[in-house]
């Protein structure tokens, strides 16, 4: 099933037809079966959408293309947001999901291409989980996000994302109407117990299960 669809991807229904599906979206070198088994623990019974990135970095499946890390090649950003959103409305139709209970949940570079989603394709997802973000891009027209509940949880420690980078992103996805909590965990790029619990708690109060 699902072989039109244009990324390798896993799909695992809901237990209801109004059960948020959660995009989840790998770190750098993952595959589509990496995030599957965090569904159990963030919201169990909502459904899932893994696809893998279509980029390969040395052989690592990415999103999109980068020149160097944290430098990103904003040409195959832009064109790789649309493609993944055009995905998620055909994925929608073919297995039958609700489109407007789409939450991303994504790690590293997986938060990264579901910020510039969020910011350059609006409605696509009613939230996000954004694990270790950064700010993707600028987008040429703000977009707006009123309705659209986003989570930040990034680390004091990671290597990769200062604190101030975090602020902006939260601050750029606040000026465009969206719901934005910024949250802190103790440790580096890495997921944490801390981030699992957060964002559970943060799912379950903006996107109970119907
Ligand atoms: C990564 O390792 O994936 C980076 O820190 C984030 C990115 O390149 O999008």
Do not use: C
């Not at 409305?89 to 039958?96: F, I, K, L, N, Q």
């Amino acid at each position: 099933m699902g072989a039109g669809l244009s990324f390798v991807h896993q799909y695992v229904p809901g237990a209801a037809p109004g059960a948020p599906t959660l995009l989840l979206l790998h770190g750098t070198g993952g595959d589509e079966h990496d995030m599957l088994p965090l569904v159990q623990h963030l919201m169990p019974g909502a459904g899932a959408l893994s696809p893998r990135g279509k980029v390969l970095e040395r052989g690592m499946p990415r999103y999109f293309r980068r020149l160097a890390e944290g430098v990103f090649d904003l040409d195959d950003l832009r064109v790789r947001a649309q493609e993944l959103a055009d995905f998620v409305g055909a994925a929608a139709a073919e297995y039958r999901f609700d489109p407007t209970r789409v939450v991303g949940v994504g790690l590293s570079n997986g938060a990264n291409v579901a910020s510039a989603v969020l910011l350059l394709r609006p409605g696509v997802l009613a939230g996000a989980v954004l694990f270790r973000a950064m700010v993707p891009l600028v987008p040429e027209t703000e977009p707006t996000l009123s309705d659209t509940h986003v989570l930040i949880s990034n680390a004091r420690n990671d290597p990769f994302v200062s604190a101030a980078e975090s602020e902006r992103l939260a601050a750029m996805l606040r000026a465009a109407g969206a719901d934005v909590t910024l949250a802190w965990q103790a440790g580096g790029h890495n997921l944490t117990q801390g981030d699992i619990t957060t964002a559970r708690t943060w799912l379950h109060e903006r996107f109970a299960l119907d």
